[in-house]
């Protein structure tokens, strides 16, 4: 008979088998218990903490030792440790702690039971009873069948306990049921299965009750769907039969490869070693030593999931099933090619290496890679020479975003429709504006406003993978959300993917709660419920969609009330105006005009509002005018009056006008080419031309 209890020892941070008979066989609600708080982004108040039910709060730790425990108020605590994880940047929490493992059997020929006695401690109370659940994982080696208990609120919400996300099993408590299972499996089939497979927690007893011979052939069977689906239902059994000790030789008959003996090796402790080969294969890399080290990661290259891979024997590749997922992979695919070509192998496995075993894939490293990729042969010759010179750096990120945001000037607009509930996001909360990207002219703008690559995300948005919410207030643009999903923020950032400040991230987290959004890990800062009880009171007023500057065309532009001229509105125009077919006035010989605003009133009349306003001393519409001369659109090119009227408007503190002024001089001065004023122009009048609030 088998009956082992295993018990959490903080010394060891790890699960050891309990030694107390009591804790072994007495029923949980029976025993002594020790509930823990560990914390982390409190500040001060960081580390572990216990909770007394006698003065029913959680108190500072001064001594632990030994299933003991001691608080700064001196009361002392002793049973069975849980432990439950908070951290301030983690919205969701967890609230299931497991407190005892048991793996249990009455003889060999018997049902093998794995089961947890978990606390919901949400209901951690003195007034309250304890609500105990127990998770029960039963296995039937012999029948190759399991039942494992379920968890939910309610019976629609009702999965298996192992799904739970932040709940596995320990490994203590893996190998001793697998230890177990094993001898049933010599018992029937007169063999003794060896397992070597680092795959951990209930995974590996789910794969060893599918296949005890070879565990590491269940978790490639996406690999191989192709194969298995052209054969049909029983396509896995019938290539890879249940008794069979020996399927590498199989699959590298399937793949007609001839791996190096290294690779049988690495496949007994990681079937994604396999994925790898056959990744590198196909990248055609020749460092077979250097590559090994790969065998032995997890299931992840660069933050996406090996057992998402799969095998086309029609194209011979190795790729990904997911729509989502394959266009990152295709991404970094060809990165990773680009980046071998010009450094080598090495340099590019080294990368590899560490992005893939530590994880550390970034939200800027995709924001760099994704638009490296979609957009290589239009992005000039020296951001890449920056990009291989610093890798994924943050003034790359800037430099591909500005380049990228200039780009798609030249895109056609595309309308963006949504559906009531997406409309209903779209919201005024005291002073501050909640506004969606109703057409993807709107996305450069942003992407200049807060200096990031979202004008990169236009196909995203156009099919609604991505829902781009930006926030403004009196002073400006506060906060740019990406929304995934339809109601989870995946991103919350102010300029330069800077963490947003605290009182726009208390009415971003207000906001998300109204609209009933899901803030995921590292977004938005979440606020505590009593937090989010003192914004109840702030009004809530829903905004009809009102389109934007840079969403309207010329006839829309012309014919706005004065009252609703904003930041933008005259380079939006001059935009517009030299783009335009309009037929622009040829003034005769013999006209006479006061002055230099009549005539230019005469010759471009679409472009009246510009020269007023010019002429009156408004910045932004003095660089207009500026662009107008240089660009010779309607008017006569004329370089010296273009930087006139930059320097006037830098005169009266145009920042970006100064900036315009230097740049016309040096170009002047080399005899720019249109290409470099064009430059001139996306890059430093795009990039603030639209902040409001900001400098003209």
């Known amino acids: 008979m088998l009956d082992i209890a295993f018990q959490y020892s903080y010394e060891k941070k790890d699960w050891v088998q309990c030694t107390n008979t009591d804790f072994v066989e007495k029923n949980i609600e029976e025993l002594p218990i020790v509930p823990m708080e560990e914390w982390t982004g409190y500040g001060d108040k960081d580390g572990l903490h216990v909770y007394c039910y006698n003065h029913d709060r959680f108190e500072d730790i001064i001594t632990i030792y030994d299933n003991r425990v001691i608080s700064a108020d001196g009361c002392i605590f002793e049973g069975l440790f849980g432990i439950k994880k908070i951290s301030q940047y983690d919205y969701t929490g967890h609230k299931l702690i497991p407190y005892r493992w048991r793996v249990f059997q009455r003889n060999v020929y018997s049902s093998i039971n794995v089961a947890a006695d978990v606390l919901d401690m949400e209901y951690l109370d003195r007034r309250r009873k304890l609500r105990w659940y127990n998770f029960a994982f039963s296995i039937d080696i012999t029948k190759r069948k399991y039942i494992i208990s379920q968890y939910g609120d309610s019976h629609r919400d009702r999965v298996e306990w192992t799904k739970i996300s932040s709940f596995d099993i320990p490994d203590v408590v893996v190998s001793t049921a697998i230890k177990s299972m094993k001898d049933s499996v010599k018992i029937a089939y007169g063999i003794r299965p060896s397992v070597l497979s680092q795959i951990k927690g209930y995974r590996k007893i789910k794969a060893f009750i599918e296949r005890p011979f070879d565990i590491n052939i269940v978790f490639l069977k996406h690999f191989f769907w192709e194969y298995i689906c052209e054969i049909g239902d029983d396509g896995f059994d019938k290539i890879f039969p249940y008794e069979e000790k020996d399927n590498y030789k199989i699959i590298c008959k399937l793949l007609d490869i001839n791996p190096p003996k290294s690779l049988r090796k690495a496949y007994s402790y990681n079937p994604f070693s396999l994925v790898w080969y056959m990744i590198f294969k196909q990248w055609n890399i020749k460092d077979i030593n250097y590559m090994q080290k790969f065998f032995y990661l997890d299931d992840c290259i660069a933050n996406m999931y090996l057992n998402k891979f799969y095998y086309n024997p029609v194209e011979k590749r190795t790729t990904r099933t997911e729509y989502d997922a394959l266009d990152r992979w295709e991404a970094?695919?060809?990165?990773?090619?680009?980046?071998?070509?010009?450094?080598?192998?090495?340099?590019?496995?080294?990368?590899?290496?560490?992005?893939?075993?530590?994880?550390?894939?970034?939200?800027?490293?995709?924001?760099i890679i994704m638009p490296f990729y979609q957009y290589h042969n239009d992005l000039s010759e020296e951001v890449k020479s920056r990009l291989l010179r610093d890798g994924l750096t943050e003034y790359v990120h800037d430099a591909i975003s500005m380049e990228v945001t200039s780009l798609s000037e030249n895109w056609k607009h595309t309308k963006i429709k949504?559906?009531?509930?997406?409309?209903?996001?779209?919201?005024?909360?005291?002073?501050?504006?909640?506004?969606?990207?109703?057409?993807?002219?709107?996305?450069?703008?942003?992407?200049?406003?807060?200096?990031?690559?979202?004008?990169?995300?236009?196909?995203?948005?156009?099919?609604?993978?991505?829902?781009?919410?930006?926030?403004?207030?009196?002073?400006?643009?506060?906060?740019?959300?990406?929304?995934?999903?339809?109601?989870?923020?995946?991103?919350?950032?102010?300029?330069y993917n800077h963490k947003l400040q605290n009182d726009v991230n208390h009415i971003c987290?207000?906001?998300?709660?109204?609209?009933?959004?899901?803030?995921?890990p590292d977004t938005l800062n979440?606020?505590?419920?009593?937090?989010?009880?003192?914004?109840?009171?702030?009004?809530?007023?829903?905004?009809?969609?009102?389109?934007?500057?840079?969403?309207?065309?010329?006839?829309?532009?012309?014919?706005?009330?004065?009252?609703?001229?904003?930041d933008g509105y005259y380079l939006r125009l001059e935009e517009l105006i030299s783009k335009s077919n309009k037929q622009c006035l040829s003034a005769p010989h013999w006209m006479n005009f006061p002055d230099e605003k009549s005539k230019l009133s005469y010759i471009i009349p679409d472009g009246r509002r510009i020269f007023e306003a010019a002429f009156a001393g408004n910045t932004e519409a003095m660089r207009a005018l500026g662009f107008m001369y240089y660009k010779g659109k309607g008017l006569k090119r004329d370089c010296d009056k273009a930087l006139q009227w930059f320097v006037k408007a830098a005169n009266l503190g145009s920042k970006d006008a100064k900036v315009e002024t230097e740049r016309l001089k040096h170009l002047i001065k080399q005899q720019g080419n249109e290409r470099d004023l064009a430059i001139l122009q996306a890059l430093y009048n795009l990039r603030r031309r639209m902040a409001v609030g900001g400098t003209n």
Not at 509 to 520: D, H
Not at 533 to 558: A, H, R, W
């Open 332 to 367: 970094v695919e060809f990165y990773c090619q680009w980046l071998m070509r010009q450094k080598g192998e090495k340099r590019m496995l080294k990368w590899l290496y560490y992005v893939s075993a530590k994880r550390e894939m970034s939200k800027l490293q995709w924001d």
């Open 418 to 495: 949504y559906d009531e509930k997406i409309l209903a996001y779209e919201c005024r909360i005291g002073e501050y504006e909640f506004r969606l990207v109703h057409n993807t002219g709107m996305l450069p703008k942003l992407g200049a406003v807060f200096n990031n690559c979202v004008a990169t995300y236009r196909d995203r948005v156009i099919n609604h993978k991505s829902i781009i919410v930006y926030l403004i207030s009196k002073s400006g643009y506060k906060a740019c959300i990406e929304i995934q999903r339809k109601c989870h923020i995946v991103q919350a950032l102010g300029k």
């Open 509 to 520: 987290c207000f906001w998300a709660k109204y609209n009933n959004l899901v803030i995921e």
């Open 526 to 566: 979440p606020l505590s419920d009593e937090e989010l009880s003192e914004l109840e009171n702030i009004p809530v007023e829903q905004i009809p969609y009102i389109k934007e500057v840079d969403e309207m065309n010329l006839s829309e532009l012309l014919a706005l009330d004065d009252s609703r001229i904003v």
